[in-house]
């Protein structure tokens, strides 16, 4: 079965460092997501992406987080200056059409830990 | 905006108990709704998903019915195993909300042998 892999499966990065975080959509999806999941805490919506340019994003998707689709396979987030906040699970997701009934495909997860 | 509301947590079992995971959301239009399940450091895993009303999933033993009427999808199974240990998560997705998926808190499950 097809699936959203991601890169690295843990990152420690010392306060105030980049951070990119990779993902590899399912190749036939059109829409990517990035989703935030902060210890013992709810998975939080932060950013989609469709054709190209972000579609809708959080409060938590401020100006220190980018998002970018480089090479029409890989698909990245980057957080500029990380902060210990940052700290988290961070998934990707991509899906094929959003009408209803249409599965939205996660991958295993990137975990952060900023220090 | 769309929410989901769960059952708080944790919840712990014995080994051939039955579960119940109670789910509501509140959501524009018609959503699809799924539970999916996080295994102790691991990702998020689709469990099971309906797209209308009155459809119901089903995967692994573990069973939840879209109630339109009650705006619910509370997860069940008859007869939890020391391996379902997880944490549950209710989520829907509506097209009308980008296709985004909305989660609730999760629900921590222990299950003792």
């Known amino acids: 079965e097809p699936e959203v892999t991601q890169t690295p499966s843990h990152q420690v990065t010392q306060m105030g460092q980049e951070v990119i975080l990779r993902c590899v959509p399912i190749?036939?999806?059109?829409?990517f997501y990035w989703y935030r999941q902060i210890l013992g805490q709810k998975v939080e919506f932060l950013v989609s992406?469709?054709?190209?340019?972000?579609?809708?994003k959080s409060e938590i998707f401020d100006d220190q987080f980018s998002v970018e689709r480089p090479d029409g396979s890989n698909f990245t987030l980057k957080i500029r200056s990380t902060k210990l906040e940052d700290s988290a699970m961070y998934f990707c997701?991509?899906?094929?059409?959003?009408?209803?009934?249409?599965?939205?495909?996660f991958g295993e997860g990137s975990w952060l830990t900023v220090v | 905006g769309d929410s989901v509301t769960q059952m708080e947590g944790p919840v712990t079992l014995s080994e051939e108990a039955c579960l119940t995971i109670?789910?509501?959301?509140?959501?524009?239009?018609?959503?699809?709704l799924f539970w999916y399940v996080q295994y102790p450091g691991e990702g998020l895993q689709l469990l099971l998903k309906?797209?209308?009303?009155?459809d119901k999933g089903s995967n692994k033993g573990f069973e939840a019915t879209y109630r339109k009427e009650t705006t619910s999808f509370h997860l069940e199974k008859g007869s939890v195993q020391v391996s379902d240990s997880a944490v549950y998560f209710c989520?829907?997705?509506?097209?009308?909300?980008?296709?985004?998926?909305?989660f609730g808190d999760g629900t921590t499950l222990t299950v003792k042998p």
């Open positions: 309906a797209t209308k009303a009155d």
């Open positions: 992406f469709y054709n190209n340019e972000i579609s809708e």
């Open positions: 190749s036939n999806h059109l829409y």
């Open positions: 997701a991509s899906r094929t059409e959003i009408f209803s009934g249409n599965t939205i495909y």
């Open positions: 109670n789910c509501t959301y509140t959501a524009t239009g018609y959503p699809s």
């Open positions: 989520a829907l997705s509506s097209k009308s909300n980008a296709g985004k998926s909305t």
